[in-house]
C-alpha cells in the first residue's frame, strides 16, 4: 500500500494560484493523479499522470489552467493551478495506481477514481471571489 500526504490546499482568491503537493510513501506506483470532491457531487478525476511514459490527462474544465507533474527523487506529484475559479473549490485528493495503465493519451477514461488503488487524505481549496 502506498501512504500519500497532500499539502498546498488553502483559501485563495478568484483569478489566483495554488500548488498542490502529494508525497508518497514508495515509488511503487504506476500513475499518480488528482481528484476532487465538492459538497453534494462526485469526485471526479481532475489531472493524472503516467509514471512510466508521463503521459498525462487534464479534465476539459482545467486544461489551460492547471499542470500536473512529477519529481521522482522526491516521490511526489504537483498540481499547479492558476486562474482558479469559483467552480473548482473542493476537497483535492491526490491517489496512485499499483498497476500498469494505457497511456493518458488513449481514449480509454482512465484518470477516474474506480481506477486508482491508494488515497490520500485530501485537501480543501477554496476560492474566494
Known amino acids: 500500500q502506498v501512504q500519500l500526504v497532500e499539502s498546498g490546499g488553502g483559501l485563495v482568491q478568484s483569478g489566483g494560484s495554488l500548488i498542490l503537493n502529494c508525497t508518497a510513501s514508495?515509488?511503487?506506483?504506476?500513475?499518480a493523479g488528482w481528484f476532487r470532491q465538492a459538497p453534494g457531487k462526485e469526485r471526479e478525476g481532475v489531472s493524472c499522470?503516467?509514471?512510466?511514459?508521463?503521459?498525462?490527462y487534464y479534465a476539459d474544465s482545467v486544461k489551460g489552467r492547471f499542470t500536473i507533474s512529477r519529481e521522482d527523487n522526491k516521490m511526489t506529484v504537483y498540481l499547479e493551478m492558476n486562474s482558479l475559479k469559483p467552480e473548482d473549490p473542493a476537497v483535492y485528493y491526490c491517489a496512485t495506481v499499483r498497476t500498469p495503465v494505457p497511456p493518458f493519451t488513449t481514449p480509454i477514461p482512465i484518470c477516474t477514481p474506480r481506477v486508482f488503488d491508494d488515497w490520500g487524505q485530501g485537501t480543501q481549496v477554496t476560492v474566494s471571489s
Open positions: 499522470i503516467s509514471m512510466h511514459d508521463s503521459t498525462t
Open positions: 514508495t515509488s511503487r506506483y504506476f500513475a
